[in-house]
């Protein structure tokens, strides 16, 4: 098996694995995974198709600037240079984008504040933080239409090899040093955003 193939198989798998969350509606959201470093190859989830079912056309190879590498009928995710910056700036494997109710509501409960923080939690450690005082924070970014304007603005909170930012009324995107973290940090993240809601609701 070539390694295309192997990471074909690899972002399969998440893909199904998300998608059985209920993860992908009405077609939105997007997956990638890094195939080579040199010269920077990586799939990303082909546009406007069903994720929750498994077909030959679900991920096309893409270059640094998330454009196909072989001709091909596919389009690109429209997020597509959100992953370029996640594996331009850093040594990430894998990234990936969902839109869920609870993320989107977060990000405009937070959106004007910038960022939403978490102190206290225990999946807070799927990121690393074992400390009692350690605070997770994740930035919430607005959400231009013009892509290549929001790719700008994610990428001043890419500094490091796995992370979490929210797009405000958009959805989430987190990325990894392998696929098995990067779901890591997406499910620790929902749990966290559900979390904060239903706290949000008992406190009224």
């Not at 960022?115 to 009692?132: D, R, V």
Request: hydrophobic share 40%; with cysteine.
């Amino acid at each position: 098996m070539s390694i295309v193939e192997e990471r074909w198989t690899e972002l399969a798998d998440i893909k199904d694995e998300l998608a059985a969350r209920d993860w992908f509606m009405g077609t939105s959201g997007n997956l990638a995974i890094k195939v080579n470093d040199e010269p920077l190859q990586f799939l990303v989830t082909a546009s406007g198709k069903d994720k929750k079912k498994r077909t030959a056309e679900d991920f096309l190879l893409v270059d640094a600037d998330g454009q196909p590498i072989d001709e091909t009928q596919l389009k690109p995710s429209a997020e597509t240079l959100l992953h370029c910056a996640v594996y331009g700036q850093t040594d990430a494997s894998c990234s990936l984008h969902v839109h869920t109710v609870a993320n989107n509501v977060i990000s405009e409960l937070y959106g004007d504040a910038g960022k939403i923080g978490f102190k206290g939690q225990e999946l807070i450690k799927a990121f690393g933080l074992w400390e009692e005082d350690d605070v997770l924070t994740i930035p919430v970014i607005p959400n231009p239409a013009h892509i290549p304007t929001l790719a700008e603005e994610f990428k001043q909170h890419v500094n490091a090899d796995f992370g979490a930012v929210l797009i405000r009324n958009h959805g989430i995107t987190v990325w990894g040093r392998s696929g098995f973290e990067a779901a890591k940090l997406l499910e620790a993240s929902e749990f966290l955003f559900q979390y904060q809601l239903t706290l949000h609701q008992y406190k009224r």
